[in-house]
């Protein structure tokens, strides 16, 4: 009997005896691919950060005021209210021009931060080739630096920069200008030069998302073999109101369990 992946192939022969175990896991499985975005043009980056933070700081102002404003509106003391509003109304047509002046500057930067995109795609492998990678990185930095103390802050930092590098390189498919042309993978020289060019914060934020992506749970399959909520068998034919009673409880959820949480964008 043969067996039909999910490609539609069929492996295996006509009979038991036939299947073959290989081809059919080889067929049917499959590694989680993901991306991630790095900006190039990091001055106007934090920059754009700074203005967004102003824009929304006065944007936040201006929403206090309108409730002080209505406030206002319905005390019987008119004539500290009338002072009081005038000086609102003065602070709130001050943040009207604020905001309006930003807003152009704001597209403009994001444009320019965006046109500086390089979008990095990637796809998973297996626990055992995570280790290979990182244990030949390893290796070859205390070939070349010998060991130190885990203490020294320059050491740690240029064994993680040549762990990160091993990384990228290893596992990186593509990468995806602006303009959304595709291109070949960078070699590790060459992301040992991306990395050269990037702040602290991007460096961190490209590790944090390769790691967490190489090293991901494996809690979705536990999900599936209990069944996303709401579509148990045991619920299959159970009303949304519960019980099978006009008014109940609605569906009854399992507890919270901090294990079964789960944890690019610019602009505002």
């Known amino acids: ?7 539609g ?3 295996g022969g006509s009979g038991p005896d036939d299947f073959d175990f290989t081809a059919y896991i080889s067929g049917v499985s499959s590694f989680p691919t993901f991306h991630h975005t790095v900006y190039l043009d990091q001055a106007n980056g934090i920059a754009l950060h700074e203005m967004i933070e102003e824009y929304d700081n006065l944007a936040n102002r201006g929403r206090e005021i309108n409730r002080l404003q209505e406030r206002l509106a319905e005390s019987p003391t008119r004539s500290l209210v009338d002072d009081e ?3 609102l109304n003065k602070e709130l047509d001050g943040i009207i021009a604020r905001t309006s002046a930003l807003e152009p500057k704001l597209a403009k930067l994001e444009e320019r931060v965006r046109r500086s995109a390089l979008t990095l795609h990637f796809q998973t492998g297996t626990a055992q080739k995570l280790g290979q990678v990182v244990q030949v990185a390893e290796k070859s930095f205390h070939k070349k630096h010998g060991r130190k103390n885990e203490t ?7 064994k993680s920069k040549h762990i990160l590098t091993a990384q990228l390189a290893a596992y990186c498919t593509k990468i995806v200008l602006p303009d959304g042309r595709e291109q070949d993978a960078p070699d590790a020289d060459g992301f040992s030069a991306l990395l050269d060019r ?3 914060s991007e460096s961190v934020r ?12 494996g ?4 999900r599936i073999d209990a069944g996303f909520p709401g579509r148990r068998a045991e619920q299959a034919e159970e009303p949304l109101g519960g019980a099978g009673a006009p008014g109940g409880s609605g569906l009854e959820h399992p507890a919270d369990d901090d294990a079964d949480r789960g944890g690019d964008h610019l602009g505002r």
């Open 206 to 217: 490209l590790m944090t998302t390769l790691n967490k992506k190489l090293d991901s749970s």
């Open 198 to 200: 990037l702040i602290a």
């Open 219 to 222: 809690e979705w399959a536990d």
């Open 152 to 158: 020294d802050i320059e050491y740690v930092t240029a």
């Open 85 to 87: 509003a005038e000086e």
């Open 9 to 11: 192939q069929e492996t």
């Open 1 to 7: 009997m043969s067996t039909t992946t999910q490609n």
